[in-house]
């Protein structure tokens, strides 16, 4: 499992429904979030990956890995603080 530190919102049960999915990652209805994902990987596919150049984790997450999107509805729960937008309304 894919967890990015910088959404310090996501909950228990969403990571759970994650876990609870082979090869998926969190949609809501803003944002993809590839960094919020459950999949297998093996040594020799991240290999293959980083041997393409293509290092976009949304291509290697939806194309390579084949992750379907788990849909969540509260898209609050995924706010990334590390944004300029969230940072400039923090201060």
Known sequence: M???VDY???SVDVLS???NHANCYARTPV???YTLAHMTL?????RDFL???????SY???EVQRCNPIAFANAELFI???TPEVTRHAD
């Open 60 to 62: 290697f997450i939806t």
């Open 42 to 46: 093996d040594h020799a596919q991240l």
């Open 80 to 82: 990334n603080y590390n």
């Open 8 to 10: 310090p919102l996501v």
């Open 17 to 19: 429904t994650l876990a």
């Open 51 to 57: 041997l393409l150049d293509d290092y976009r984790l």
């Open 31 to 33: 944002a993809d979030h």
């Open 2 to 4: 894919t967890l990015a």
